[in-house]
């Protein structure tokens, strides 16, 4: 995160892959999250309740998006790097049955005997991504039955909705940032999002505050 390359031995240092889907998933993520950022900022400039509702809807489409998507990223981003540093034969017998934090955990001691921080704000984030994900694909409706709490369960509802949004894209950027540190920017299971080895990054503006903060918490944890 620093400019400076962080050279850590791994058994492939160069390959090709077919069906790669890490970036695409990381690019729309980003999309949907900026997109979301964006319709939140007109709801809160509009007094038109007809407005409102179209925006609100809309907005939360987008953000379901982004975390299924951001979700999507972590995943194949640790499988890729399983396949290649483990080869395909081994992660189809060992590593692709279990569970995506067990992945991220488990691969990289594999590969190079370095290991993501559990105690981190990186590991942290993943877990509750994969958590909030999982809520979401296997969703389940309920009978709506009108209770003199239904009205603080729904806003509770809401509010760990937004929780839930915020994390995911930042899931991603300290996920990524940690990773520069634990297997180097070569080999990054996201990509490295160190500018100074990755020119042609762009960064939503929706999305700078969010980047620029997680770039901090990760540097103050490795600066120590």
Not at 62 to 79: L, W
Not at 149 to 169: H, I, P, Q, R
Request: hydrophobic share 35%; proline share 4%.
């Amino acid at each position: 995160m620093e400019g400076i390359y962080n050279n850590v031995q791994h058994p492939r240092e160069s390959w090709a892959r077919l069906n790669t889907l890490t970036s695409t998933y990381f690019d729309i993520a980003l999309n949907e999250s900026a997109l979301s950022y964006g319709l939140r900022k007109k709801l809160n400039n509009t007094c038109d309740e007809g407005e409102k509702s179209e925006l609100s809807s809309l907005e939360y489409r987008h953000a379901v998006k982004a975390i299924v998507f951001a979700s999507m990223c972590v995943e194949a981003g640790i499988n890729d790097y399983a396949g290649i540093q483990l080869g395909d034969s081994y992660c189809d017998k060992h590593i692709y049955s279990l569970d995506v934090i067990s992945k991220w955990v488990v691969v990289p001691k594999l590969v190079c005997g370095r290991e993501i921080d559990k105690s981190g704000p990186a590991f942290k984030a993943l877990q509750q991504l994969v958590k909030f994900r999982n809520k979401l694909v296997h969703s389940k409706s309920r009978d709506f039955i009108p209770t003199p709490e239904l009205g603080e369960k729904l806003e509770k509802a809401k509010t760990d909705f937004e929780n839930e949004f915020y994390n995911s894209v930042r899931a991603l950027f300290l996920l990524s940032m940690e990773m520069d540190y634990v297997v180097g920017q070569l080999h990054n299971p996201i990509r490295t999002l160190d500018t100074s080895f990755s020119p042609f990054l762009e960064i939503p503006e929706q999305l700078k505050s969010d980047f620029e903060d997680c770039k901090n918490i990760t540097l103050r944890k490795y600066r120590k």
